[in-house]
C-alpha cells in the first residue's frame, strides 16, 4: 500500500488506473471503473505520472502516446539494478514488437467503452466489482496474447457488425452526404460563381459539421457528377488559386 500526496493507494488500483488511461478514458471514467474518489484518481496521475484522455488531444494523439510509453517501458525492462543492459531473451515467433495498431487501440477504446456502460447499470458495488475484475481479466490476456506470451485468446476482439447493420449504416451515411450535396446545391443562383469558403459563410458550417476543406470536396465530386461546372482564374505569383463553381 503506498500513501501519494495522503491518500493510500494499492499497487493493483495504480495498475488498474495506467489500464484505464492505456484504453484512452479520462479521470472521471477511470474513478468509475476502478471505484476510487476523482481526487483520488487525479492525484495519482501526478504522483506516478499516468496520463489520461482529455477532450483537447484526439485518438491519434492518444495512440501514439500509449505506443510511446510502452516503448519506454520496453526500454526500461530491458536494464538490471545496475543499470546494465540484460541478456536479451528469444521472443516467441507470435510476439508484436510494435504498440498498438489503429485497430487494436479502437477495439480497446470500445471495450472500456461497453465497461463503463455496463458500470453505470450496475446496482450495487459487487456487481461493479465483478465488471471491473473481469476488464482487468481478459485486458490483462490480450495483452499477454499480443505480447506471444500465451496463445492467441479463442474468441473475436472485433466488434462484431451483422450485414443488415452494415448495410444501414452505408446506407444512413449515403441519405447524410446527399442532404449536404443538396444544401450547397441550394446556395447557388444563375449567373452566380461561388468559392467553397463562400458557399461556408451562406451556410451554418458549425451546426452541420462541416469545414470549408469538406466543402471543398463536395463541390470537387458535384463538378465530377456534372451537377457544377468549375474554372480557375490565372495563376499569379504570390496568391492562392481557387476554384470558382456555377451551375450549368
Request: net charge positive; proline share 3%; aromatic share 6%.
Amino acid at each position: 500500500m503506498l500513501t501519494t500526496m495522503g491518500v493510500r493507494i494499492s499497487d493493483k488500483e495504480i495498475a488498474a488506473l495506467i489500464r484505464c488511461a492505456e484504453a484512452g478514458l479520462n479521470q472521471g471514467e477511470a474513478a468509475e471503473i476502478t471505484l476510487l474518489s476523482p481526487t483520488t484518481v487525479h492525484r495519482a496521475s501526478v504522483q506516478f505520472g499516468i496520463k489520461f484522455h482529455t477532450f483537447r488531444e484526439s485518438d491519434n494523439v492518444r495512440r501514439k502516446r500509449y505506443n510511446k510509453s510502452s516503448k519506454a517501458t520496453k526500454q526500461a525492462a530491458g536494464t538490471d539494478a545496475q543499470g546494465q543492459r540484460a541478456k536479451k531473451q528469444a521472443e516467441p515467433k507470435n510476439a508484436n514488437r510494435g504498440g498498438l495498431s489503429p485497430c487494436e487501440f479502437n477495439a480497446k477504446k470500445a471495450r472500456a467503452g461497453r465497461v463503463v456502460d455496463e458500470l453505470k447499470k450496475a446496482k450495487t458495488v459487487s456487481e461493479r466489482k465483478e465488471i471491473l475484475i473481469g476488464f482487468n481479466m481478459i485486458e490483462h490476456e490480450i495483452e499477454m496474447a499480443r505480447l506471444g506470451r500465451r496463445p492467441q485468446l479463442p474468441m473475436d476482439l472485433r466488434e462484431y457488425q451483422s450485414p443488415t447493420s452494415r448495410d444501414e449504416a452505408k446506407q444512413k451515411a449515403m441519405v447524410v452526404a446527399e442532404r449536404k450535396r443538396q444544401m450547397i446545391f441550394s446556395c447557388f443562383k444563375k449567373g452566380e460563381d461561388l468559392t467553397a469558403a463562400d458557399v461556408g459563410v451562406k451556410i451554418d458550417m458549425a451546426a452541420e459539421e462541416m469545414s470549408v476543406q469538406t466543402i471543398s470536396s463536395f463541390l470537387d465530386g458535384m463538378s465530377k457528377q456534372g451537377r457544377l461546372l468549375r474554372y480557375r482564374l490565372p495563376q499569379v505569383k504570390g496568391d492562392r488559386n481557387y476554384w470558382y463553381y456555377f451551375l450549368p
